[in-house]
């Protein structure tokens, strides 16, 4: 019995190993099954790891590199980066002004305009500036790729890209940036301009195909006529007939010293507002093609239109019977001109002008010298009457009244200045005129010696040294003005702000010098000092004119705006046609003694009140 029972004791031992041996394995199993499946789930973070791990080897690879490397490589980065972003920046601005561009310009023709111009000049930057990037680019990449510092590639990606890049600036057919965009902008305008063409144009028949053909295309020449007609209509309006008085057509100045009055009014009308916008219309359309078209074209419009009937109209007074009214009307018109001289200098002082020029000029002479000799003419005149005897009752003589009343009248206030102008002008040409005819030049001894070979010669070096002078003086002045980099878009009118104040303050300090410089140099020849001035106003003021324009509004709204917008382009325009001018001084010997405004009615006060110079 006890073997029996010791045997029953060692079979439940062996049980109750084989129950834990068993719920062993079932842990071992069930261990084993999430280990599986913790493997299966890892698989794939190991396999993102895996393919993460280069481009982690390439980020890390850098800060193993020596602190010195690293700052220098910092550096050629920045500078690499810089040109890039900009040109970035200016493509993005570019598609920024898609929706504009494919808007109907009909709307807002003057604003799609602008657009279209925003456009060329970001083109233009891109195009000059998309190989400064590259380049740089390029640099930086062989940088990193010697020293080591990035991955190999990562940095063959970057090399291909560039190479792209460099393939398609150096292809002509593909180097213009976004060119879809500018062509399409440009189709629209086309449409614009025919749709504007159909509605205010009338067909006319063309005989031919190849004529056809020749009138396709539009050149200058085709503008002056409707310009004309425009400009005669306007004019038309003010009631000009006048204008066609002959010298037969009445006595004298008084009976048409209303006209006179009006002709000063008029033409000031036309040079300001027709002939000005017309010199605009024709420097904007005209300007690619050269400043000898768009001036030829405008001396046309000039000439054709009225300006040459306002300049025979006072050729015609000119030549009237000589009496004390026509030095007043004289001092009228030579006060118009003198108020227009500027703007006759600016809009008709170009080449294409030269018969503007040679009317005005003769027109001005004939009313100087005419005012002059009236002038002096009047105490001959007084003379003339001292052997009247005086009225039988004592009064003051009718004579003696009217010229009293006639001097007070031309040394008043309105007519002193511009008499006192006129006999200066007129006696400085008096001693331009040698009274040795030994010193005169053409058509005198000097000029039978040296022969017109001689004259010709001189000529052609001094226009060539006025020239070299123009050139290294104030030539160099819009080139402060330069337009590189001013493309204003939204986002960017800061920079672009930063540019003007800086080019403007750069051409305000050359400018100043300049002048400070020159204000006191002297060139006593007129016709020598007005082409020069002419020359320098042609040169700077068209240029600052269209600057400020521009590129004006984004400085004129700042506080300081007085620093750099510190000229108006009148003023600016005046100080440079004001060169060179001989000193007052000169004429000192000229100036009379003073006249009471009270005069006695004897006949010696008259005498010494005509013969003074005010």
Known sequence: MAESVKSDGKGDDRIENLIAARKSLKLSLEKSKSLGLALKKAGPILDEMKQRLPSLEAAVRPIRA????????GGHINRAIGPA?????????????????????RNDLPGYLSVIKRLEEALRFLGGNCGLAIQWLEDIVEYLEDNVMADERHLSNLKKSLKGLRELQSDDERAHLDGGLLNAALDKLEGEFRRLLTEHSVPLPMSSSSTLAEQAVIAPSQLPKFAVRNV???????????????????????????????????????????????????NDVFERLGLDVWMGCFSKIAAQAGILA??????????????????LKLLDIFASLNKLRLDFNRLFGGAACIEIQNLTRDLIRRVIDGAAEIFWELLVQVDLQRQIPPPPDGNVPILVSIITEYCNKLLGDNYK?????????????????????????????VGDLLGDSWFREHDRCRDQYAEIFLRESWGKLPGHLSREGLIL?????????????KRLKTFNEAFDEMYKKQSSWVVPDRDLREKICQQIVQAVVPIYRSY??????????????????????????????????????????????QLSDKFNNGVADLRRTTSAVV
């Open 232 to 282: 005669r209509a306007s004019l038309r309006a003010l009631d000009l007939d006048y204008l066609e008085i002959s010298i037969a057509e009445f006595n004298d100045v008084q009976s048409i010293e209303g006209y006179i009055a009006q002709w000063g009014k008029h033409l000031e009308f036309a040079v300001k507002h027709l002939f000005e916008a017309e010199y605009k219309l024709c």
């Open 489 to 501: 878009f939204s986002g960017g009118r800061a920079t672009a702000r930063d540019l003007v104040k």
């Open 417 to 445: 200045p511009i008499l006192s102008q006129v006999l200066v002008i007129h006696r400085s040409w008096k001693h331009e005129k040698f009274q040795e005819k030994i010193l005169v030049g053409e058509g005198t001894k």
């Open 85 to 105: 972003a900009a040109v970035l920046k200016v493509f993005d601005a570019v598609h920024g002004l898609e929706k504009s561009l494919l808007s109907d310009p």
């Open 310 to 327: 306002f300049l025979q109209f006072g050729k015609t007074v000119t030549e009237s019977k000589k009496d004390p009214i026509k030095l």
């Open 548 to 593: 400020m324009q521009n590129y004006g509004p984004l400085v004129e709204l700042d506080g300081s705006s007085n620093k750099y917008a510190r000229y108006s382009v009148q003023t600016l325009e005046q100080m440079l046609s004001s060169l060179f001018l001989p000193k007052p001084g000169r004429y000192a010997s000229f100036k009379g003694r």
């Open 66 to 73: 020596e602190k010195e490397a690293l700052v220098a490589a």
